[in-house]
């Protein structure tokens, strides 16, 4: 796959600097040749200096474009780790004890959306010295896990955020069982930022790429072995005879510059200007908008803008067993932009017939929650003082002037019709001839003075109520229709036939 996408960017008419080197880059090789024959000892460190890019080698640090990409994701480090990790496909290296046969440019490598550990580390480095880090591309050795990108035997914590979003986070178990162990080590590469430069990184870490996991350098880490590291403007080589993790640059002892302290690397480098596309950005996920992440008893499903029918953005499943088979909950986060009901989340869990919905408050029904076990309870969470909501936040001002509580509805319409059976049974002594024309004049009073209060929907129930407590005392039918008249609003009594 690699090699039909170096094929692909050679044949580009546009790839002049790709295919060849000009003055300054042959005499920057020509200071890296020298600097390797005066170390053969160091030899099994310095075969990444000069990767290949088809058929021309190229310094390793010119292969660093620092860039700012005008996205709120890649002003953090994690969330630019994060988001690299899932956009690139990660591909294992064809052969683990050496270099690939190619490293491509960072912008062709998020253009393709795919590459190896070395491709990955590249591009991200270039988008985190962009972003202010101090950054740095290490080359070394990591197990088998690592390389291979095994999540299988790491754990899902699930923290809640609000209803409307789940934090995910993959813990580690490894770091002290076999599979820790050096003897799986080989050709590994990843990414480092030391502290000190931006507030966010108060101690030196890792990035593994192909995840955008972070580890502490003081702390265990899955690495084995350091062998170099580099950035835009330098190359080390770490001569230590053990494989201590310090990266006090300072300390000539163990690092060594692969160039002289007066040289100066080109300010241009050979590549392309890295850039990301709006709608490639949303897709998040290329080339379907969809990740599938494997863990331990657990599985994760990530979605870019509008690619799953349902407005779904993420779906964790936790499984009963390692096979994941028979799964207890389900977890899923909507973008409420794409759903007509403004649902949020969703929480299932099918061995308890169990579901509960939660919604965004902008909508005008105002219900927070729904939660229904089948054949047992339903239940509807309504949003309190949900009559006096801002304009921001329910329907419009008109509508909101005439809505009151739940409380003081429920408790007027009983007083209401208290009041109206009191009214027509007790005060009024007459035959019934009279009684219905009374009884118009009573309604119609009573609807007068609701009308400024409750929604038609609320007036007709009250006189539906009150005058079935009528039909129901004079023991006669009442039969009752809607008058539409252009000054005043009234109900029309006449008995039934009988």
Sequence with gaps: MKNLRLKQLLSQEDNAPVNNNNATEQALN????????????????????????????????????????????????????????????????????????????????????AGDCFDISFLLASLLLGAGYDAFVVFGKAPKWIRLKDQSHQQLILTQQGNDSVAICIKDECFTNKQSSSEDSDTHCWVLVKAGVTKDVEEDIFIEVSTGATYSVVDKSPYSQVDSVCNDKSCLINVGGDNAMAFDFDNTKRWVSVLPETYTLPTSSWTKAISLPMDKFLLRYPPDGKRVILLEKAKVELFGDNVDPQGVVSRVTQYEDTARTVALESIEIFSPTHRTDSMIKRRQKPLDNMHHEYFSVQQEHFITERMEVAGK???????????????????????????????????????????????????????????????FQVVAAVESELSNLFMSTLQKVLMILSLYLVDRSWSMKVVFERCTMPSTKCYRLKPSSV
């Design 30 to 113: 020509d200071t890296v040749e020298s600097f390797i024959q005066a170390n053969p000892h160091l030899k099994d460190r310095l075969s990444f200096l000069q990767p290949t890019n088809g058929n021309i080698k190229k310094f390793v640090c010119t292969f660093l474009t620092p860039t700012l990409l005008p996205y709120s994701e890649f002003f953090d480090l994690k969330s630019a780790a994060e988001f690299i990790a899932r956009y690139v496909t990660y591909e294992p290296l064809c052969c683990d004890d050496s270099l690939g046969q190619v490293v491509v440019s960072p912008s062709q490598t998020l253009e393709s959306a």
């Design 377 to 439: 309870m339903s239940s509807l969470k309504f949003l309190p003082n949900r009559g006096l909501m801002d304009s921001s936040r329910g329907p419009s001002r008109s509508k909101r002037t005439t809505r009151l509580p739940l409380l003081q509805s429920t408790l007027i319409t009983v007083l209401i019709i208290l009041f109206v059976e009191r009214f027509i049974f007790h005060n009024y002594q007459m035959m019934p001839s009279q009684k219905n024309q009374n009884v």
